[in-house]
């Protein structure tokens, strides 16, 4: 397996525009996570699915930010409108959720928002 | 929030084993202990987890006390590639029956040469 598969790498975009990240999660995992790190932050967990719905999404900054999980191999987080203050790595890790499991990252999405 | 404490840095010499304390004095018992690292802006890399045993894979060691209220990562002979910043994370599981990873600031490990 590839590992969790993010796109795109390196996003740059004016404020207030629409911004659109993409997840496909280790296939066979059930579950499916968003993290937002900065300096100032560090690591947060934004949203997480299992079996495709999303269970706690208490992370998730504003209304702004929006995460959908269509099917079990994909995932995409929103950013409408855009804000410089979003600019971060945001990574999608996957899992299965159970006692001895262990969750697999993506290599990250670099949001710039100028 | 994170459920654990760590040092917020270490050094350690090349070839010598570098031992990464963590602190979670509130963990329930059947809660796992994780170790993450990352190393500059990739992803998260697992290294191992466990629960009250002491565990062994090809990168770590875990040693989890017998109160389970702390632990630490042993890597046995560190090398330069091993600089990083390394998560230690108490495994939420929810209410719902499911299981998340909140991290906290980790330890940032330098190997010096």
């Known amino acids: 397996d590839a590992g969790v598969i993010q796109s795109p790498r390196h996003e740059v975009t004016e404020m207030g525009q629409e911004v659109t990240l993409r997840c496909k999660p280790i296939?066979?995992?059930?579950?499916l996570f968003w993290y937002r790190q900065t300096m100032m932050r560090g690591l947060e967990l934004l949203i997480y699915f299992n079996n495709n719905v999303p269970i706690d999404d208490s992370g998730m900054p504003e209304d702004r930010f929006s995460a959908k999980m269509p099917n079990a191999s994909f995932s995409t987080l929103k950013i409408q409108p855009s804000e410089p203050r979003d600019s971060a790595v945001y990574f999608c890790a996957s899992s299965f959720q159970g006692d001895y499991t262990e969750a697999f990252f993506g290599q990250g999405t670099r949001l710039t928002v100028v | 929030d994170a459920k654990t404490t760590q040092p917020p840095s270490m050094d350690c010499a090349e070839g010598r084993a570098a031992n990464l304390p963590c602190n979670h004095s509130t963990i329930s018992g059947n809660e796992y202990v994780y170790w993450y690292r990352q190393i500059h802006s990739q992803g998260p890399q697992y290294i191992i987890h466990?629960?009250?045993n002491n565990e062994t894979n090809e990168m770590a060691s875990l040693i989890i006390t017998e109160d389970r209220k702390s632990s630490t990562l042993i890597l046995p002979h560190a090398t330069l590639r091993d600089t990083a910043v390394y998560y230690c994370i108490v495994r939420d599981r929810t209410t719902s029956g499911t299981y998340k990873y909140i991290f906290g600031t980790g330890t940032r490990l330098k190997v010096l040469a």
């Open positions: 296939s066979g995992h059930n579950s």
């Open positions: 466990g629960l009250k």
